[in-house]
């Protein structure tokens, strides 16, 4: 089923043979094609372009089965009015709340760290559980991060995105509820040593010096200390905070630990701290794309420095959920991605109205069209 918020349309998409004269370019192929031999010639989901429709007319391919969009009948006006608009809003509002009030939970424990009190293990707790509702659905995770938060105040919007970020890879992974919620509570306090390195160290906006380097790294040892004074918080927890840096090849910090040595939670923490700060504006990095930051996630797996099992299957998730997203494109069009490239993520396929843009053969172009930002 699809939803058109702009004028309150709601339709299905239906399996539909067409003939190939029918067929145009950006329709999506809905059944796999095979020739006279039984070889495979393309996908479910192939992106028509002109190119491949010339090409089954040379394989004298008559006929291909196609998503086809079917308008559902008007509704009621004063519904068509009133309800598609309230229901977004109120889901909307809710999932903002939700947010914010844990940006304003996490600043307040923070600050209490400062005034060295102790970590409210089960208030943090409470906060987490909140965000495993079924308010969060794994689109509006990734959604809800570039949109909500007060993104100056890097220290507390990174906590809480890790936190959900956490949470979700921890539910794509099939773990318990009681497992979710510690990996939260792990993504939440994972940068909580930061709390006592010096500002100008902590929003220097050039590159830190080697002793300057030094004192930021401690952060993970600084944060497991201060949660080893919490009894309520389990040890996975602990370790995740204190190894979230670390990496599979030994090149990570504190300790250089390295394959073998590195708990999951640590590696689920890596991966969720690194697609944020990538996906983030901060003092001295411009933010990238979600597509960026899945392909350099997937990179690093392949290079042996993440969990590759955990890295597949958050690039995958990633991937699967950009089908949709609405981009701005250097043009400063608007446009939806349509089509992911599973081997070249940051180069989807975008349809802006009836032209479609296929931007990996748009980079080979001297002033090629490219996508500045996901709305």
């Known amino acids: ?18 003939s190939l004269e029918e067929l145009t370019t950006g ?60 229901i977004q809003m109120s889901a909307k509002a809710k999932v903002t709340e939700v947010y914010n009030n844990a940006l304003g939970f996490v600043e307040g424990f923070m600050a209490d760290i400062k005034r060295d009190k102790e970590i409210n ?24 991060m570039r949109k909500i938060g007060d993104k100056d105040d890097y220290l507390l919007t990174h906590s809480v995105d890790v936190s959900l970020l956490a949470i979700m890879i921890g539910k794509w992974m099939g ?35 080697d002793q300057e380097r030094g004192i930021m790294n401690n952060h993970p040892v600084i944060g497991y200390q201060l949660c080893q004074a919490s009894k309520n918080l389990d040890k996975s927890i602990q370790y995740a905070i204190l190894m979230h840096h670390e990496r599979m090849d030994g090149s990570g910090y504190p300790s250089s630990a390295s394959y073998g040595k590195i708990p999951v939670f640590a590696s689920i923490l890596a991966i969720a701290d690194t697609y944020d700060a990538i996906t983030t504006k901060r003092v001295y990095s411009p933010k990238r794309t979600p597509y960026m930051a899945a392909e350099m996630i997937l990179q690093d797996a392949l290079a042996g420095k993440i969990d590759i099992r955990i890295g597949k299957i958050f690039y995958d998730k990633v991937l699967a959920l950009a ?18 490239n599973p081997l070249k993520p940051n180069f989807p396929i975008v349809k802006v109205d009836t032209k479609v843009y296929n931007l990996e053969k748009e980079k080979e172009k001297e002033n090629g069209i490219s996508i500045i930002d996901v709305l």
């Open 1 to 18: 089923m699809w939803f058109d918020p702009q004028n309150g349309r709601l339709g299905i998409k239906m399996k539909t043979k067409i």
């Open 175 to 209: 773990y318990d509820k009681e497992t979710v919620n510690n990996l939260g509570i792990a993504g939440m306090l994972h940068d909580l040593g930061k709390v006592q390195i010096p500002e100008e160290i902590l929003n220097k906006p050039a590159r830190l010096t």
């Open 323 to 340: 089908v949709g997203n609405e981009v701005l494109l250097s043009n400063q069009q608007k446009g939806v991605v349509v089509f992911m």
């Open 27 to 86: 329709q999506i192929l809905d059944q796999d094609v095979f020739n006279m031999a039984g070889h495979l010639l393309l996908r479910k989901g192939t992106l028509f372009t002109d190119e491949i429709i010339g090409s089954m007319k040379k394989r004298n391919i008559n006929n291909v089965y196609v998503f086809k969009e079917i308008q559902a009948p008007d509704p009621p006006k004063h519904i068509e009015a009133e309800l598609p608009q309230k």
């Open 121 to 144: 293990a089960g208030a943090v707790a409470e906060t987490v559980k909140t965000f495993s509702s079924s308010i969060f659905t794994d689109s509006n995770v990734l959604d809800q």
